[in-house]
């Protein structure tokens, strides 16, 4: 029980949002003791509790946790245009996205501004994903924390990568460190 509140605790994956990094019943490693001193960084994997307000087809979805990536830190200027992701006026290489997939607003919003303490959160299927493209920005305190390894089935045991962005300019200043959240064992995909 300390162990899965402080230290890291199993999700599995519900919905198909972020294939083909992660598959739906997959189960995943949920890291939540590093990001108290380790900040989140673009790319990660995050499990979060969806801020109200979601427009998902279940009502109980919002005290489901969601599986998706990092693509906004704060202070970050996002936009989509044409079906990719720009930030801060440059073009992200996203090489994770589902095959033929593009990214396209789920509203008329297609430029946010991510606060501080918040982060802009996508899934890999962006065709299927409910993310901050319908919710907006997430509270860093709605991280329960980083997926770092996924674990089963045992076929698919692999550390996930974090990708890294050499030509993007500088990150925004970290925010503060996600807020401890033992949550539920599973995580929607949405």
């Not at 996924?150 to 925010?175: E, G, H, N």
């Amino acid at each position: 029980m300390v162990i899965q509140t402080f230290v890291a605790q199993p999700y599995q994956v519900e919905q198909q949002s972020m294939e083909n990094t992660l598959l739906p019943h997959q189960y995943v490693l949920v890291d939540k003791l590093t990001p108290r001193f380790d900040p989140y960084k673009r790319g990660d994997i995050v499990v979060f509790t969806p801020p109200g307000g979601s427009s998902s087809s279940t009502p109980s979805s919002s005290s489901t946790p969601y599986i998706k990536r990092v693509i906004g830190l704060p202070g970050d200027v996002l936009d989509l245009r044409n079906g990719h992701v720009f930030i801060n006026g440059q073009e992200i290489s996203e090489p994770y996205v589902h095959p033929g997939d593009s990214t396209e607003p789920k509203s008329s919003l297609h430029h946010w501004v991510v606060p501080p303490n918040a982060l802009f959160l996508m899934g890999d299927y962006r065709k299927v994903s409910q993310d901050s493209r319908v919710f907006g920005p997430v509270p860093i305190a709605n991280i329960i924390g980083r997926a770092w390894l996924r674990y089963w089935p045992l076929d698919t045991f692999q550390v996930l990568a974090t990708p890294t962005y050499p030509d993007l300019s500088p990150l925004a200043p970290a925010a503060s460190p996600a807020a401890i959240d033992p949550g539920p064992i599973h995580a929607r995909a949405g």
